[in-house]
T-cell receptor, first 115, second 111 residues
Framework: NAGVIQTPRHKVTGKGQEATLWCEPI?????VFWYRQTIVQGLEFLTY????????DSGMPKERFSAQMPNQSHSTLKIQSTQPQDSAVYLC?????????????FGSGTRLTVL | QQKVQQSPESLIVPEGGMASLNCTSS?????YFWWYRQHSGKSPKMLM?????GEKEEGRFTVHLNKASLHTSLHIRDSQPSDSALYLC???????????FGTGTTVSVSP
């Protein structure tokens, strides 16, 4: 079991450019989550999918962020027109299900730096 | 919006000492609490979970939960330098909402 795989590990973009982050959940896990972590804000929830369907995107900045899960083996988080305040570590996690009591397994994260 | 508050923000503990961390949720619908540990440069990993009132012990780690006050605490006895990390409290309900995390307590164990 390779765990949750996130690529790339590091990404540097210029202000206004687009960034796409990739996540491969643990095989057999049906729920996938995106969080971002900064020193100031801590670990913030962005969005999650269950069985590929979007369930909750209440944490997503609406205008520039979007997430998709086209199949059960990968999810993407796209940030358009990146801004310096988008700089953070973006963490993907998966769990067996999402009915309340399941443990989340996190990937190693993608560190996004917007210059 | 649900908030998870943790205290203290940081803690220095002598090696072999006891560390006590606190966490409270502002959402009365919360049913489940977790403690995750994140070493520097690594991703969070689940340490312990507690869903019922009372106490749960695993090795040097003990978790308490008081559901009436929505308060949980984590105690680390005989602290080791390897326990130095960011400890994150998280909470969720039975409705399947995503886990909400507190901002964490940074524990430093001094040799």
């Amino acid at each position: 079991n390779a765990g949750v795989i996130q690529t790339p590990r590091h990404k540097v973009t210029g202000k206004g450019q687009e960034a796409t982050l990739w996540c491969e959940p643990i095989s057999g896990h049906s729920a996938v989550f995106w969080y971002r972590q900064t020193i100031v804000q801590g670990l913030e929830f962005l969005t999650y999918f269950r069985n590929q369907a979007p369930i909750d995107d209440s944490g997503m900045p609406k205008e520039r962020f979007s997430a998709q899960m086209p199949n059960q083996s990968h999810s993407t988080l796209k940030i358009q027109s990146t801004q310096p305040q988008d700089s953070a570590v973006y963490l993907c996690a998966s769990s067996l299900e999402r009915v309340g009591a399941e443990t989340l397994y996190f990937g190693s994260g993608t560190r996004l730096t917007v210059l | 919006q649900q908030k998870v508050q943790q205290s203290p923000e940081s803690l220095i503990v002598p090696e072999g000492g006891m560390a006590s961390l606190n966490c409270t949720s502002s959402d009365r619908n919360v049913d489940y609490f977790w403690w995750y540990r994140q070493h520097s440069g690594k991703s969070p990993k689940m340490l312990m979970s507690i869903f019922s009132n009372g106490e749960k012990e695993e090795g040097r780690f003990t978790v308490h939960l008081n559901k009436a006050s929505l308060h949980t605490s984590l105690h680390i006895r005989d602290s080791q330098p390897s326990d130095s990390a960011l400890y994150l409290c998280a909470a969720s309900d039975q409705g399947g909402r995503a886990l909400i995390f507190g901002t964490g307590t940074t524990v430093s164990v001094s040799p």
